[in-house]
């Protein structure tokens, strides 16, 4: 099957139709991808034997009724958006998950080129070999020198990849359940948690596994109080992991009261039937042993209005100063906890304010070495800040993937559209 | 471009996964499903920021079940629902709140509803028209389905537009105006690799070929051998037209496919049928305005 390259694309965004007519040509790519051998994009309806033209295909001739239409307006970024960030400060490496352009990127810690306002990038990995689609975070293993990251909704895979990958590489995956947004290793034990929102499982697997293997242990059950769970960490020193949750929670998603249980039973004339109960819980840190095995409650919860937590994305511990960072997309800060905290507490400090330009955090690590804390903004900046910051303060360096000012369009995953007619809007779920 | 206004935070009782949005102009109002909450939450049409609902249906009587599409029926001031999880369309009062008992029910074998995804809404014909796939257990297949406004229980379809003609491996929404159905023809072929416990749906691939899983606790899926190809390595997707009374394999009577399109897997389409303008949101790609004043009133 022919491979077509990815872009990376520099263009800035110009009028409606030139930005349609930039959008096709970037999307033809991908388009001519998506045509496996046996069908091609025009021949939807027809079989591949057969040598007369569908009804399916006279349709497509016929360009009163449709036809390959160009769109009068799109709206699309061209650009890299950060959705996750990783430090190796023992090789000098951040690494930046790209949900838009579905790429890794590796900076310098310090001292990277700058052209044209766009932070030049060590390497990018990208392309349909690299499997990376609706990636969440990133992770970096220093030991191995290898980057990782997760397909977050489709995909349900972990790819691993040197850090000496270029472009279109092939990575080393692993299957996990769906929905995986974050990952963490622990050195000592050699294994890899995963995190899964989409049905509240973390997955404990050995590191380096590969294909369909099952995992060597998982958390999950109504006990453990996952409720969407994004971001972990593990904290190898005291064999914890801690887990982000937002907080929905539904009974169906653990396994006894599956709903696809529940219509087996239907199917099967069955007269009673579960209740499924949900609940709009709040967010919450919950931190578990490492060992932890099954429907476990957790060893401490951080949780309630004095937290502010709010929707926490991705969470970072740092065991030398004995914190835990938190990348509150909520309301657009950073959150620091003491590492054994618990309950309603409030955090340590919060970085918040316009001069942080901190917005849409879904990324955050700690780079314990240096005393830093990184944050990926969903968009097109990630930030460096002194561990020990508080308040608005500006971020000591930048990393860029467009110019300075470039708007971020910021849908990821969009499977849902709305038109408000009173307003002449459209509505995006993400 | 940057959006208008976002509405996000943890008061919004957002999360992850949302399939469904509608606008209802009668109340100036917005209502999105929370998948993994289980709840239909509405919205104030001006909301912004981290602003809570101004009410939500959730609770074990509401029989919600992982509520993906949403639409609403202005005539009896309904919401309707489609359940990935349940395989069943519910429908509430548009004024519900809490707890609330569905006041219809589709669900059961002669629905033929399996993995839905989509449900949209033609109150002149009072027809309601779901996306998705066929049941479970050992074969699936992607359809629209068409049921009457006031189908309840276990009941057949009106119609049921299924079959290789159609051009459909997977779709995703639909949007209907005065008899014609707007289908966002996304050909994604997700086959979830984990699970938990007891059979859960097929997927099919783009071959057509049944696939049969079984699942015991979390572990990969039984049967696979290696990690399932990328679903979005699949035919291009593409916006398909049928009529209301269209049934069985017939292909689209319009379509809007091929590469100047721009649409790789177009997932989800509202319709401006006053400025001849179709909306198509392209997951990962971007959103689409295309001017076909030429598509509306086929149905007519």
């Known amino acids: ?430 | 471009m940057q959006p208008v206004r976002t509405i996000q935070g943890s008061h919004t009782r957002l999360s992850r996964t949302i399939h469904g949005v509608v606008y209802n102009p009668a109340r100036d109002e917005i209502v999105i499903p929370s998948t993994h909450a289980a709840a239909i939450l509405t919205f104030a049409g001006d909301a912004s920021g981290n602003q809570p609902p101004l009410r939500y249906i959730q609770g074990p009587d509401t029989r919600l079940s992982e509520p993906c599409g949403v639409a609403l029926d202005p005539v009896r001031k309904h919401i309707l629902v489609a359940n990935l999880g349940s395989h069943s369309v519910t429908v509430y009062p548009w004024l519900g709140q809490g707890n609330v008992k569905p006041v219809q029910e589709i669900a059961g074998p002669k629905t033929r509803l399996g993995s839905i995804m989509g449900v949209s809404y033609d109150p002149e014909h009072d027809v309601i028209v779901v996306s998705g796939s066929e049941p479970t257990i050992s074969r699936s297949r992607p359809a629209i389905f068409m049921f009457r406004g006031t189908d309840d229980g276990d009941v057949a379809p009106l119609r049921e537009i299924v079959g290789p003609k159609t051009g459909i491996l997977g779709d995703w929404h639909t949007a209907v105006y005065k008899g014609e159905i707007f289908v966002s023809v996304m050909q994604s072929d997700l086959i979830p690799t984990y699970t938990s416990a007891g059979l859960v749906p097929t997927y099919v691939k783009y071959d057509f070929t049944p696939h049969i899983p079984t699942y015991h606790g979390i572990s990969p899926r039984a049967g696979l051998k290696t990690i399932p190809p990328s679903g979005w390595v699949a035919p291009a997707g593409f916006v398909g037209v049928w009529s209301e009374t269209a049934n069985g394999d017939v292909p689209p009577i319009a379509i809007i496919k091929g590469v100047d399109t721009g649409l790789s897997h177009p997932s989800s389409i509202a319709l401006n049928p006053k400025e001849g303008e179709i909306y198509v949101v392209d997951p990962g790609h971007g959103i689409f305005t295309f001017l076909a004043p030429q598509l509306f009133g086929l149905g007519e």
């Open chain 1, 1 to 430: 099957m022919r491979r077509p390259k990815r872009l990376r694309s520099r263009s800035r965004l110009g009028i409606a139709a030139g930005i349609c007519a930039l959008a096709s040509l970037l999307l033809s790519v991908v388009s001519d991808l998506a045509a496996p051998a046996r069908a091609q994009a025009g021949d939807v309806g027809q079989s591949a034997s057969s040598s007369h033209p569908s009804a399916l295909q006279s349709a497509l001739n016929r360009a009163l009724l449709g036809g390959d239409l160009t769109p009068v307006r799109c709206v699309i970024d061209h650009y890299p958006e950060f959705s996750g960030v990783a430090v190796d400060s023992d090789h000098d490496v951040v690494a930046f998950s790209d949900f838009n352009l579905k790429s890794l990127l590796l900076y310098r810690r310090t001292g990277n080129v700058v052209e044209d306002g766009i932070t030049q990038p060590l390497t990018q990995i990208i392309g349909p070999d690299t499997r990376c689609e609706t990636i969440g975070n990133v992770l970096v293993d220093p030991v191995r020198r290898e980057v990782y990251t997760l397909n977050a909704d489709t995909g349900d895979s972990i790819m691993a990849f040197p850090y000496s990958a270029r472009g279109d590489a092939t990575p080393r995956t692993l299957a996990v359940p769906h929905g995986a947004f974050a990952a963490a290793i622990n050195q000592v034990r050699k294994e890899i948690a995963v995190s899964s929102t989409a049905v509240d499982i973390v997955t404990i697997f050995r590191l380096g596994a590969t294909g369909l293997t099952h995992p060597i242990r998982y958390i999950w059950g109504a006990k453990t109080g996952l409720a969407v769970p994004w971001g972990i960490f593990w904290d190898q020193q005291h064999n914890e992991i801690g887990v982000a949750n937002d907080g929905n929670w539904w009974e169906g998603d653990f396994g006894k009261h599956s709903a696809r249980d529940l219509n087996l039973v239907r199917l099967q004339g069955a007269q009673n039937e579960p209740r499924l109960k949900a609940e709009f819980r709040p967010p919450s840190i919950r931190i578990y042993s490492g060992l932890a095995q099954g429907d476990v409650t957790p060893l401490r919860v951080i949780q309630g209005p004095k937290t502010q937590l709010d929707w926490p994305r991705s969470i970072a511990v740092d065991t030398v100063h004995n914190l835990i960072a938190v990348a509150n997309l909520g309301n657009n800060s950073v959150l620091i906890f003491a590492r054994d905290a618990n309950g309603d507490v409030a955090p340590l400090r919060v970085i918040h304010g316009p001069h942080t330009e901190i917005r849409n955090p879904t990324g955050i690590a700690i780079d314990s070495r240096h005393a830093e804390i990184w944050v990926a903004n969903f968009g097109h900046q990630g930030e460096a800040f002194d561990l020990n910051a508080q308040g608005d303060v500006a971020p000591k360096r930048i990393i860029r993937n467009a110019p300075p000012g470039t708007p971020v369009v910021g849908t990821n995953s969009t499977m849902a559209l709305g038109y408000d007619s009173k307003r002449n809007q459209l509505l995006v779920p993400n």
